[in-house]
């Protein structure tokens, strides 16, 4: 299977992918983050949905992590794109046949995919980190945040703790897009159901239903890259979402094993 | 067993059925090891499924079916030992050659020293570094046949290898096979293009809508053929008058390019001649061919319009 990683990464590291997806990455981290510092004083507020975080808040341990969290949905959502993409091309590009020749083994493939797309996802992830932390430092100054704080051992714990959770929700968002490919076959169909189900659908469903809110997958998804909060917590997040991708993840993978490659 | 003696490819009762069309219906052939064998029919006749079926990418519905001795339903057992081009190149357009057959060499587990040698054979070595999606079709053929080749395969199977490929391209995948076969590789090849495989196949499987309606020698299915003798008169205005004679003793004729094509036994030809000489035409030429594949083909296959 290690081959089958390799060359994976062979066709994830290519320029126009690689560097396409840090730009974009890079471009909303440093975007969320500067909007925080940025619009400090801002009265139509600096975080999401119009909250405002003043100097102070933003001087404790979380200020460092603060923006970086901001990101984190954005990032399951271009992983659910790049997952989604790249599994879905192996069929409308015919190169499906290439690989099962080369191994026959569709579960290693699978598995191989599904590993490289994580270590992409990894690095996705701690490059936005980084980014939002220096851009976080560097604006602390302008927008008067005292960063003693963040220096911490507790800021640190909170650093390690966030990146995992963005790292587990992006890699959920991934997995989902990864399913997609697999049912779909085309990667626009995938990528736009994704999208679309996870951004537009989902926000629908939850205002106008309240209750459906907390089982649906990318509610819980992002939950998970926030650490949980008062109304939906971390354990219920990680028990939905694994409920969602080990079942429809198992229904893909069937089929990947079982469906004949005829294209 | 010796593995030698094992035929390369073996099809017993081969079936697929999509829905209530049998693709392929109770194929049986066998390609002998270290033939070149040509895979032959219209387009929609199985060919395609067949291979698909012998690479393991989709499930027979019924029958069996060998690979280097071992049965199709284990894949992994033969894949590593064999080459396969099916329907065409298929590669990431944004990789560059180079890249993408490292891809392979890197799935298969061969070194990837091998990238530049098959590039430099199929003639790619300057642009191993460009971009597939900037590749003409030819280009595109040339490095399919490469990614095919990786595994230096025992063998090889190539669906419309020529397909896009100018005459020198042709010659080349030609040469190729040629020398894939001097060095103990079965091929077995489909081609539209019949004159090529009459050219290098000592072995045909000939399908129509998903039946095997010959497998075997190509010199056999060849001499089984009738022959025809080709008469050609110095001057053209005597072929209608030749024409009638010949058809008023009974067989048939056919003008083809100032020549007349005569269906009749190779011992007819003196008769053709002394009926030209007592109707005072001077035959320029007179010979006996045999049928070329192509024309086998639409004779058994019945599609010759």
Not at chain 1, 26 to 35: C, D, E
Not at chain 2, 184 to 197: D, P
Request: one cysteine or more; charged letters at 15%; aromatic letters at 6%.
């Amino acid at each position: 299977m290690i081959r089958v990683v390799i060359a994976e990464l062979r066709k994830l590291r290519r320029p126009t992918l690689l560097l396409g997806t840090i730009a974009t990455v890079g471009g909303l981290s440093a975007l969320f983050t500067s909007i925080v510092f940025l619009m400090i004083n801002s009265k139509d507020g600096n975080s999401k949905r119009g909250e405002h975080v003043g100097p102070a808040e933003l001087s404790h341990a979380m200020g460092l992590v603060y923006g970086f969290r901001l990101v984190g949905v954005f990032l399951g959502v271009v992983a659910l794109c790049i997952f989604a993409s790249q599994t879905a091309q192996e069929y409308s590009l015919g190169t499906l046949r290439n690989l099962l020749v080369r191994q026959p083994s569709r579960m290693k493939i699978l598995a191989g995919k599904f590993i490289a797309m994580k270590l992409f996802a990894l690095v996705m992830v701690l490059f936005a980190g980084a980014l939002s932390i220096g851009i976080s430092f560097a604006l602390s100054g302008r927008a008067k945040v005292d960063t003693t704080a963040w220096t911490s051992s507790a800021a640190m714990h909170l650093l390690f703790e966030s990146t995992l959770n963005i790292f587990i929700s992006t890699l959920c968002f991934g997995t989902f897009g990864m399913i997609l490919g697999l049912l779909l076959r085309s990667p626009i169909s995938a990528i736009a159901v994704g999208v679309l189900w996870n951004l537009i659908l989902e926000n629908i469903l939850a205002a106008l239903i309240n209750s459906t809110g907390k089982w649906l997958p990318g509610i819980n998804f992002s939950n998970l890259g926030e650490g949980g909060n008062v109304d939906l917590s971390y354990k219920h997040s990680m028990a939905v979402s694994l409920a969602y991708l080990v079942a429809s993840g198992a229904l893909a993978a069937l089929l990947f094993k079982r469906r004949d490659v005829a294209n | 067993m010796n593995k030698s003696l094992v035929p390369a490819i073996t099809a017993s009762d081969l079936t697929k059925i999509y829905g209530e069309r049998a693709a392929l219906s109770h194929g049986n052939f066998e390609v002998p090891a270290g033939s070149i064998c040509g895979f032959v029919g219209p387009n929609g006749s199985g060919k395609t499924t067949t291979i698909r079926m012998l690479l393991g990418l989709i499930t027979p519905s019924g029958g069996s079916g060998t690979v280097l001795g071992e049965s199709i339903t284990h894949p992994e057992k033969y894949l590593p030992h064999v080459g396969a081009m099916i329907e065409g190149p298929a590669f990431y357009p944004a990789l560059s050659g180079r890249e993408n057959l490292k891809v392979l060499a890197e799935l298969g587990g061969f070194p990837l020293s091998r990238v530049d040698e098959l590039l430099k054979k199929v003639d790619l070595a300057d642009r191993g570094g460009s971009k597939f999606k900037t590749y003409s079709l030819g280009m595109k053929q040339r490095l399919g046949i490469a990614a095919a080749l990786l595994p230096n395969p025992q063998l090889l199977i190539l669906d419309e290898p020529t397909n896009g490929l100018d005459p020198s391209g042709i010659q080349e995948v030609r040469g190729i096979i040629r020398d894939l076969a001097d060095s103990g590789t079965t091929v077995f090849v489909s081609s539209h293009i019949l004159s090529e495989l009459e050219m290098i196949c000592e072995y045909l499987v000939m399908l129509r809508e998903g039946k095997v309606i010959f497998s075997g020698r190509t010199n056999e299915l060849l001499s089984a053929q009738k022959p025809m003798i080709v008469a050609k008169p110095e001057y053209e205005v005597d072929i209608t008058k030749l024409a009638d004679k010949v058809s008023n003793s009974g067989y048939q004729v056919m003008v083809v390019e100032g020549a007349l094509h005569i269906s009749a036994p190779k011992e007819v030809s003196a008769e053709i001649n002394r009926m030209a000489f007592e109707s005072g035409i001077t035959l320029s030429s007179i010979s006996v061919v045999l049928p070329t594949l192509e024309e086998t083909f639409f004779e058994m296959t019945g599609d010759n319009k």
